[in-house]
């Protein structure tokens, strides 16, 4: 049974044949001794064996998580003692850079530059949180005659955490670092595709010093442990990241037990072009926007609006560097875009592009599977350009999650809003002029949780991350996630000198 005692861990390589599940501070296999194989998108290789949890498996991790929580030090610990451990799971992550960096890319096949970026900034969650716990606290109300009221935070308990496949690592990092910050137990479900560094992660938490039970990792079926987590009653919240369906699936199943809830779901990110933006700039990042993660990305700016007078001069310059992006060895740090997580995703994308073209879109880039050389065992697509749209073609109002952008020109700012925000979803936005005064306008306007103005990147540890309208709720990344890892008690006091008699008794 679940003891809190910090338990010694030896250091494994972080690439190896096979991973265990992390549980109660132990790395067990599976209790049915299943695996998941998990296989490198950029060759179709296997890359490792995975213990596959059950429920079984789930049901010890919410043991584990809640006796840790409820009768553990973790919760108790002075402040700075668990920012200290954070800061050593930052510096244990910063001292195995390469390697996990080097396992990212084989199980994701994304680019290095990709997962150099996505590690790195990992690694500052933790350091962030370090930081921002110890000045997170409660507030002290104005109160009437003798009486006081104060606030503490509390940690909510234990939290079941579901992460998606397209950044395993960051999205570990952006769950477990604000919860154990302060003070709940995990249990992390990482997506089955891609599970690797997210159990490399749980092994170095306990290699940091955080005790048994706190943070526990149980890769397995979405339907059936991610689900399991979801409806269990001793499990206090449920943080998940992933399509929008899920989401809705979850918030369902999750009001049983009216457990907190947070999601970081689907987008369908509009990018404004407006005529006097730097057009290089603006083509650079839009570029960016789209195809960085090749498109597998919620945040990606996957419907491009540009404004008529410069239309013409920014997408030839645009279409033209779309063509030269190249896909390879992902290793290779000229190689700008990586492969497709599998061959659903591959399918997926490629039925989006087959229904716009029936539907009388124009393809300008790309548009089919690409093949590059040494590569061809993958799962690849073109970088892929569509214009001539309306906008209620399917491939202009759902997400894609892969590289495949829809190009529409707007003649004013009126309307360039009113098409940036027909759409359900509103996670982020872009905006590129030069009209400092123009920029504010139509950042206020955009119904979206992240508004990048002249700028190609979102994610900063600090800067809340999360959606408007059905890209979910609640903001990661940012001192709001402690907050929401938090219940709010609120102690009112009276120490008159006079003993209160209400009743007049
Ligand atoms: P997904 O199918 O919703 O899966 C996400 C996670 O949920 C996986 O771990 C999955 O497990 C699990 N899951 C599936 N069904 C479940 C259920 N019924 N109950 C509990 N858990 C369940 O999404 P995905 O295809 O992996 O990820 C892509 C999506 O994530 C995109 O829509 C993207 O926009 C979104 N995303 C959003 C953000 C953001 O911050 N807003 C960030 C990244 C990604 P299995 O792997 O075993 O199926
Ligand atoms: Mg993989």
Avoid at 255 to 283: H, Q
Avoid at 412 to 421: F, P, S, T, Y
Avoid at 435 to 458: E, H, L, W, Y
Wanted: proline content about 5%; aromatic content about 8%.
């Amino acid at each position: 049974m679940a003891t809190s005692q910090q338990t010694t861990v030896e250091q494994e390589a972080v690439k190896r044949d096979f991973y265990h599940l992390v549980i109660n501070g132990e790395k067990v296999k599976s209790s049915t001794g299943e695996t998941i194989k998990t296989y490198n998108p950029a060759t179709g290789e296997l890359v490792a064996e995975v213990a596959k949890a059950s429920q079984e498996d789930a049901e010890r991790a919410v043991q584990a998580a809640r006796e840790a929580f409820d009768n553990g030090k973790w919760k108790k610990y002075p402040v700075g003692k668990r920012a200290r451990v954070l800061n050593k799971i930052a510096s244990i992550m910063r001292s195995r850079f390469n390697e996990l960096v080097e396992l990212e890319v084989l199980d994701t096949g994304k680019t290095i530059a990709a997962a150099q970026g996505q590690v790195s900034q990992a690694i500052e969650d933790f350091e962030f949180y370090a930081g921002a716990i110890v000045g997170h606290g409660g507030s002290v109300n104005n109160m009437p005659g003798q009486f006081q009221n104060y606030t503490e935070k509390e940690p909510v308990g234990v939290c079941a955490q579901i992460t998606p496949w397209n950044y395993p690592m960051m999205m570990a990092a952006w769950k477990i670092a604000p919860a154990i910050a302060v003070g709940c137990s995990v249990i992390v479900k990482p997506a089955s595709l891609t599970p690797l560094t997210t159990i490399v992660l749980g092994e170095i938490c306990l290699e940091a010093g955080v005790p048994a039970g706190v943070v526990n990792i149980v890769p397995g079926s979405g339907s059936q442990v991610g689900n399991y987590l979801v409806e269990h009653p001793q499990v206090d919240k449920v943080a998940f990241t992933g399509s929008t369906p899920t989401g809705k699936d979850i918030m369902k199943k999750a009001s049983d037990t009216l457990k907190r809830v947070t999601l970081e779901l689907g987008g369908k990110s509009p990018n404004l072009v407006f005529p006097d933006a730097d057009i290089d700039a603006a083509v650079d990042g839009s570029l960016f926007g789209i195809f960085y993660n090749s498109g597998q990305s919620c945040e990606a700016r996957s419907r491009l609006y540009v404004h008529e007078d410069i239309y013409d001069e920014f997408m030839s310059k645009f279409v033209e560097k779309a063509k030269q992006i190249k896909l390879g060895d992902p290793f290779d740090k000229g190689t700008h875009m990586g492969a497709i997580i599998d061959q659903d995703q591959l399918d997926t994308i490629d039925g989006y592009v087959k229904s716009a073209i029936e539907d009388g879109a124009e393809v300008l880039a790309g548009g089919k599977q690409a093949h590059p050389e040494g590569y061809e065992n993958g799962f690849w697509y073109e970088p892929t350009v569509i214009a001539n749209v309306n906008h209620d073609m399917k491939v202009v109002q759902e997400e894609i999650f892969g590289p495949v952008v829809v190009v529409m020109k707007f003649k004013d700012e009126k309307e360039a809003i009113k098409l940036a925000n027909d759409t359900v979803f509103g996670l982020g936005s872009a905006v590129w002029t030069k009209d400092g005064a123009q920029a504010t306008r139509v950042a206020k306007q955009i119904q979206a949780g992240i508004v990048m103005v002249n700028c190609p990147f979102s994610a900063f540890p600090g800067t809340p991350f999360g959606g408007y309208k059905q890209s979910g709720f609640g903001r990661e990344l940012s001192i709001e996630s402690l907050d929401l890892y938090t219940e709010t008690k609120s102690i009112v006091s009276y120490f008159g000198s006079r003993p209160l008699n209400p009743l007049g008794l």
